[in-house]
């Protein structure tokens, strides 16, 4: 078996134009494939370097496979598996600059470089006062990422054509709104001058982005197979589903320079991203925050399973298209759209993606992700949708604990709180006073969800319905 490396395989060399704070699973199976496609199809003609975002990484690794490792897409496209394989080549060198600060500040003297690509995990963009200039480097990212950019502006006497692009992938709403908050308390804390933040904000741009894409990562279960097709060593090896999707709130100047759109990928530059987050939040973790537990209690483990199912996938239906995809304002051919591609990932044939595993403090999922649109549903219709009402009270169901009827013990876990607070309401065994506890509860929801007309009622119906016949025949009731 042959070690995996620039000599062994074959691999092109491109222009260094982009810098990538972090080495992890999905930047490489996300923002590296969509470059390697880029330059496999339009010529971008980009290599990456990757800085290492914290001390303790994976660079000696990347850099030890001459930064080469293969992409495994696995997935359904338009109803047809896929299982594909593809040796990535876009990243040219690796960068720790806790050992090596000098080379990482070398990057900003390089005149092709144009773009900053992040994803330094939720925690990445804050900012840390102790930071100082003279750090080598500052601990937090907006500390390194000012760093770079004073660098840059000095290297090159402050010409407004050497501005960077700077593009977070970090999971939180606005990413580059915040990181941008962040540059600026650096310049005025060091007192970098008027002339640096003036450059800053004409010659650079920070771009908020949404990013989309289920990465497994390295894949311990078919390591053996895929090592005996590639016939390489490969420890940086990552699985990916088929889907991706990223939107910048970008102006069409940037979709210019960077036009990963113009080669066949699902990268959408728009003015405005919040409806994109609404999307997604609203179509793929909604109905992912209530088909968990009616498809558990139904005896249902695997999400895949439960689509497929005669009965609780009409249910995941009905609460897709037409409760949740009726509170959203995009286009309707564009949600459907959207819909039909978040059913295909959820039927995966690759991923066994356990229900149990969404369960994980399922309220305060709810809330974000369902209540929105509880609420969105009955101000625009005038009445409760049925589908996420009884997603609520699954919820609540699930949270009883015990066994369920093969024997299968429930395991809630959420914060001590909440499941205090249901262990005593469950006690009473008296579904009135279990709904209205639970939507009164103001430390979970902010308000008292008894006020929202109709829903106590309803969630008490659906309470004893359960109790009394079970979830799966409660869930015929709902879609009849």
Known sequence: MRELNRKTASAKQYTERIIQFGEGNFLRAFVDWI??????????NSSVVVVQPIEKGMVDVLNGQDCLYHVNLQGLDKGEPV???????????????YSRFDEYLKLAEQPEMRFVISNTTEAGIVFDPTCRLTDKPCSSYPGKLTQLLYHRFKTFNGDLSKGLIIFPCELIFLNGHKLKEEIYKY??????????????????????TLVDRIVPGFPHKDIGEITEKLQYNDQLLVQAEIFHLWVIEAPQEVALEFPADMAGLNVLFVPDEKPYHDRKVVLLNGPHTVLSPVAFLSGIDIVREACQDKVVGKYINRVMYNELLETLDLPKVELEQFARDVLERFNNPFVDHQVTSIMLNSFPKYKTRDLPGVKTYLSRNGKLPDGLVLGLAAIITYYKGGVREDGTEIKPNDAPEIIALLDELWKTNNTGKIARGVLGADFIWGEDLNEIPGLTEQIKLYLDLIQQEGMLQTVKRIIQ
């Open 35 to 44: 470059v390697w496609n880029m330059n496999q199809t339009i010529d971008f």
């Open 83 to 97: 299982n594909r394989l593809t040796l990535i080549d876009v990243i040219s060198r690796a960068i720790n600059p």
């Open 187 to 208: 310049i005025d804390l060091w007192e970098l001058g008027n002339d640096f933040k003036k450059w800053f904000e004409e010659a650079c741009g920070v771009y908020a």
